[in-house]
Structure formats: structure tokens, C-alpha cells
């Protein structure tokens, strides 16, 4: 949560930093904030509210320094306000920091700082780290560059929690150091300028050419110059890493919202997340990962661990897997895996699914997998996120930049990426006919036009949205598979359309909830599993006796005069299905959201990325 942003450079910092924010809003857009590097040293602009707000403030017009740091905030620490917008200064205003993350021990920092006669303006955690950083230079009595470097060094390494952090200061006028730890921050990199960002979408415009920063290395930043160290202040040797993403893909390219123009480009990124892996003629092609049979053979059991969105395609991604490799998989919620005390072993695969690959339970969730004698496994959409670059094999989905916070493309590439991984485990495991296999591939194949023929059912659902969007419950039911699908769709309607929502196995609803069902709740259910769609269908029944209107979504006939609304979508295999019966849910909750006139992309209290616990 929140977004920084840095520059260094030949230009004006100030218009730099305020277009890399206003792409950065998505991670949290209560309060923005900028300092730059004057002539008479650190300027500092900051104010409760989105970044239009912290633009149309005089003083921005002010700045011409050609080095400066920015943030958009999503409060952790104090409320929004313009006294705990970043960036924040020491005592001296010597410093400038902008922070993402938490830190755990700020009360005892605090303490310790007060102790030494340091005043604290903001109730934020960051504001102990400038103050730290004079602390140290002062103490250390090293006025020199590298008495700034051993300065934030010492800082860091007192520091508990997580931290992305930039800072500049008015004593080293053409530098910036950067860090990072459990926090993402990239460092794009042409001949005479830097660019600093929490993701790599808000500076494409810019470079394609990144440094990625593992925990705990520090950048010495200068406009023609990226100097890496560790935490000895060792010199270390760092490499770009070229990314193929598009400035364009960040854009809305004529699209009113991020999220309709991600949700339309389902059929590509579905397309390119198959790439050339999949083909008829022969095996399912991951020359990343070097699983063989004997390994594969004696995995007693899989977990699958992830959060929100991407711990719903864990549960489809566990059906196809249990199913053609005969191998257990559970799948948690990484916020709870990590307290439970999993039972791990050499034995267990762990899968960790995450788009941004920044979240921090799962980042946790991972580390504690690997030291119990897991091999881990991540699955991203970000080539060189914190997941990737912890676990010991990575593949990726190929969805393109997801700015929306709601989740909508990541969600079906994640989906049909674990499809992959279980026809690849079943080739290498050699326990399936070859008609089998080729029917998945070939339906995974198809799966692009599906999916364009799925959006047909866009105007439907626009009417749909219109007579329900004042609801204030709604209930979604599934079956099997289904019930990973009726998850998600809820889980999408609550988070931008604000309307309360649960999802339910359809069977057992009867045990409890069907309480709730009165006259005119609406009930929206899945219907893709052929087994099962008889059984679904006699619970359905049971809310339409007790008063409810009911959507259903289904790839099957059915007796279309019992339900108040049916959406035919086409027809897949079981697997892949919660990729065709997610699109009308995903279209239904942002109509909704948008009859509702509220902001679909940004949605309240929700960041796109969860880098903290
Ligand atoms: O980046 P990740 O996939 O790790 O994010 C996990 C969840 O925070 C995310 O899927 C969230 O649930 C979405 N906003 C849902 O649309």
C-alpha cells in the first residue's frame, strides 16, 4: 500500500513525480506529498486528499529542483492528514523520506529518539526514519556521501517491519538513496536520469531497462550513475532486467475505467500466458522448472497459498491439479498459513499466486514453506517481484500490467496457468490417456474466443445491474468448481459496488443461511458443472420458494422460465470453466458499481497491492 515515486535527472522533478503518482493512486490515495531538491534546500509539498489536490497547491508551481521523492499514501499510522503525509523530514529538515511499508518498532525508536531530544509532528511510524538517518550521520561524524550511505544503512538495519524507502538530502544535492525490504521498488534507468517507483507501470513512459532490489540492498543514486551495496557497504555488481511490457498497456486507451478495458483484454492475456507452452503435438513446454517423475511421484501432498482473487484461482487451480495429477492440494489463505503451524515437509510442493507478487503474507507465507523443506514455486504476473525472486522456481502469467485494483484478468491467466501446470505434472507423471490431455489443451486453445463470445452478454448484464444495484445483499451459489466461481464474483461486487455479498456451497446453504433468504434477495448462481447442475438447480428452488430473484449463469440448457434472469455462456470443459462464468460476474459488479456512480478503479479502502500483514 501507498506509492512512491522518485527522480533524478536533467528535468523539472515536479511534473515527473505528479504523473507518477497520479499512476501510482491505485495503492492508495488519501494524502500526497512531495520534497525536491531547491537551491535553498528541501522543499516540501503535501496535503490530505487525491494528487489533483496536492497539483493545484501553489507551492508545486514553485519547484524546479531536478532531483525529488513523492508518495500517495494509504494510511496505516494516524489518520489522513496533511501532518502525516509524506514526505517527512527530520528536526533539521536536513533529510527527506518517503516510505511504503510498516515499521513494528517505531514506538521504541520513538522513545529512544525523544530521548534524544528529537520532536515528532505526525503520528505516523515513518517519521522516526529521517530523524534515525540525522541520528546516525551525526553520530557517525562522516559528512561525506558515504556517511550518508552509513548513515541510512545504520537506520535500516534498527528498523523492524517493512520498508521501500527514498531519500534525499539537502547536504548531497545530486544524490538519492534508495532500499528496500518485504516492500516492491524498482529503479528505471536511461543515460542521464533515474526513475524511482513502487511498480514498473508508472515509469514505462519512461524506460523499459530496470534495477530490481533485493531486501536490504542500497542504491547510491546519481542521474548518470546506479551504485549498488549490501549491508557491509560492499560494492555489488547489478544488472538491468529489460521488461516487455508497453507504455501504452498502462493506459486506458479509450476505455472509461482500467477495470473494463483489463476485463476486455482477457482474450490476449489468456493468449499470451498460453504463449508457445501449449501445443497438440507435443509436451507442455516449462523449461523453467525442472521437475521429473521421480520428484513428482513422491509429492504427498500440494499446497496452494495466495490471498483474495488470487486464493480463488488457487481453488480452481486445485481441482484440475487433484484431478489429473491424483495428488492432494490444499489450498489457504496466506494470512493464515503462516499461523497454523502447516504441516511441511521435503515431501510438499508449495505454489504461492500472487499478481503484483508483493503481498506480504504471501511473501511470508513462502519463506516459512521453504524453510520447513518445501520446494516453492511462485506464480506472477510481475517478472521480478519479491515471490520470484524468493522462491526457487517462478512462471508467469502474461495479463500485462493490472492497474484496477479489482482483479479481473490476473484471475482467469492465473487460472488457465494452473491448468498448464497440472497437464505438465501429469505428462511428466505420464498418468493420463493422451486424448485427455489434448482435450484440455484444445479447449484452453479455444479459450480466447470464448471468451470474446462471452462478452456478448454485456448488454444483459447492464440491464441486470440497473434493477438491482440498490440491493443491499446478495447472495451468490455454487457447486464444485462453481463454488470457486461464486467466491470470486461476490468478492468482486463487494469490493466496488460497496453492496454486502456471500458466497455459499448451493448445498449447504440449507444448514444455517437460508435464513436470510426473503422476499426479493437477490441470488446469483453458477451452473457450469454438468455433474452437478441438477443438484444446483433443487437449490436454487429452495430460495425461489422463499421469495428470491434469481441470476443464473450456465453453459447448459435449462428450463430458462424458473429463474428471473438466465446468461448462456459457452460451453468448456469443467476445469476451465470458472474462466467463461467469471466474465458476466465481473461485468455485473462494475455496471453495478458504475450505476452507482462511484469510482470503480479505485475503490474505498482497498490498495492494489497489500505489502503490509
Ligand atoms: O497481488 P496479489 O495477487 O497477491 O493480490 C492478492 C489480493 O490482494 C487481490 O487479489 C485482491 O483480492 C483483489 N483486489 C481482488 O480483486
Not at 468482486?492 to 460497496?498: A, D, T
Request: charged share 25%; aromatic share 8%; hydrophobic share 35%.
Amino acid at each position: 500500500m501507498c506509492g512512491i515515486v522518485g527522480y533524478i535527472g536533467t528535468k523539472k522533478a515536479c511534473p515527473i513525480l505528479l504523473v507518477g503518482l497520479s499512476r501510482l493512486e491505485y495503492r492508495g490515495y488519501d494524502s500526497a506529498g512531495i520534497s525536491t531538491i531547491e537551491k535553498d534546500g528541501l522543499s516540501l509539498v503535501k496535503d490530505k486528499g487525491r494528487v489533483k489536490v496536492l497539483e493545484s497547491n501553489q507551492e508545486i508551481e514553485k519547484l524546479d529542483g531536478t532531483i525529488g521523492i513523492a508518495h500517495t499514501r494509504w494510511a496505516t499510522h494516524g489518520k489522513p492528514s496533511k501532518e502525516n503525509s509524506h514526505p517527512h523530514q527530520d528536526n533539521s529538515k536536513t533529510f527527506s523520506v518517503v516510505h511504503n511499508g510498516i515499521i513494528e518498532n517505531y514506538h521504541e525508536l520513538r522513545n529512544m529518539l525523544e530521548q534524544n531530544g528529537y520532536n515528532f509532528l505526525s503520528q505516523t511510524d515513518t517519521e522516526v526514519i529521517p530523524n534515525l538517518i540525522h541520528y546516525y550521520f551525526t553520530k557517525n561524524q562522516d559528512s561525506s556521501v558515504h556517511g550518508f550511505l552509513q548513515a541510512v544503512r545504520d537506520c535500516c538495519l534498527s528498523l523492524k517491519g517493512s520498508f521501500a524507502l527514498e531519500i534525499i538530502s539537502k547536504l548531497f544535492p545530486e544524490n538519492m538513496i534508495v532500499v528496500r525490504k518485504d516492500s516492491p521498488l524498482v529503479i528505471g534507468t536511461c543515460e542521464d536520469e533515474k526513475y524511482i517507483s513502487s511498480d514498473i507501470p508508472a515509469i514505462l513512459s519512461y524506460t523499459r531497462d530496470f534495477y530490481l532490489l533485493n531486501d536490504l540492498e542500497f542504491a547510491l543514486l546519481k542521474n548518470t550513475e546506479a551504485k549498488f551495496y549490501d549491508t557491509d557497504l560492499n560494492e555489488i555488481d547489478k544488472r538491468t532486467s529489460s521488461i516487455e511490457w508497453t507504455a501504452t498497456a498502462s493506459e486506458k486507451n479509450g476505455y472509461d475505467d482500467f477495470m473494463l478495458k483489463e476485463i476486455y483484454e482477457q482474450p490476449t492475456a489468456i493468449r499470451e500466458t498460453l504463449g508457445a507452452k501449449i501445443s497438440l503435438n507435443s509436451k507442455c513446454n516449462f523449461d523453467e522448472l525442472k521437475f521429473t517423475k521421480e520428484y513428482l511421484s513422491n509429492i504427498e501432498k500440494i499446497y496452494i497459498i495466495a490471498c483474495g482473487t488470487a486464493m480463488h484461482a488457487g481453488l480452481a487451480g486445485k481441482n484440475v491439479i487433484e484431478k489429473l495429477c491424483r495428488i492432494p492440494v490444499e489450498v489457504d489463505i496466506a494470512s493464515e498459513f503462516r499461523y497454523r503451524d502447516p504441516i511441511i515437509n521435503e515431501k510438499t510442493l508449495s505454489i504461492f499466486i500472487s499478481q503484483s507478487g508483493e503481498t506480504a503474507d504471501t511473501i511470508a507465507a513462502l519463506k516459512l514453506a521453504k524453510a520447513s523443506g518445501s520446494k516453492t514455486l511462485a506464480i506472477s504476473n510481475v517478472i521480478g517481484s519479491s515471490i520470484t525472486r524468493e522462491a526457487d522456481y517462478s512462471i508467469y502469467t502474461h495479463a500485462g500490467p493490472e492497474i484496477a485494483v479489482a482483479s479481473t484478468k490476473a484471475y482467469t491467466s492465473q487460472v488457465v496457468l494452473l491448468n498448464m501446470l497440472a497437464v505438465y505434472f501429469s505428462e511428466i507423471l505420464e498418468n493420463q490417456p493422451l486424448d485427455v490431455i489434448n482435450k484440455i489443451k484444445q479447449e484452453m486453445l479455444d479459450l480466447p474466443k470464448k471468451i470474446t463470445k462471452t462478452f456478448k452478454c454485456k448488454n444483459e448484464i447492464k440491464a441486470f445491474a440497473k434493477k438491482i444495484y440498490q440491493e443491499k445483499d446478495v447472495f451468490f451459489l455454487g457447486r464444485g468448481i462453481d463454488e470457486t466461481v461464486a467466491k470470486e464474483g461476490s468478492l468482486k461486487l463487494k469490493e466496488i459496488s460497496y453492496i454486502h455479498s456471500e458466497s455459499y456451497a448451493a448445498g449447504e446453504l440449507k444448514h444455517g443461511s437460508i435464513a436470510l433468504i426473503e422476499n426479493g434477495v437477490t441470488v446469483i448462481s453458477v451452473l457450469m458443472d454438468k455433474a452437478l447442475i441438477e443438484k444446483s438447480i433443487s437449490n436454487i428452488q429452495e430460495v425461489i420458494s422463499r421469495g428470491a430473484k434469481t441470476l443464473v449463469v450456465t453453459s447448459h440448457d435449462c428450463d430458462e422460465n424458473m429463474f428471473d434472469k438466465v446468461i448462456k455462456v459457452p460451453d468448456t470443459i469443467t476445469y476451465l470453466s470458472p474462466i467463461i462464468a467469471i466474465i458476466p460476474l465481473q461485468l455485473l459488479a462494475y455496471y453495478i458499481s458504475k450505476e452507482k456512480g462511484l469510482d470503480v478503479d479505485k475503490p474505498r479502502n482497498l490498495a492494489k497491492s497489500v505489502t503490509v500483514e
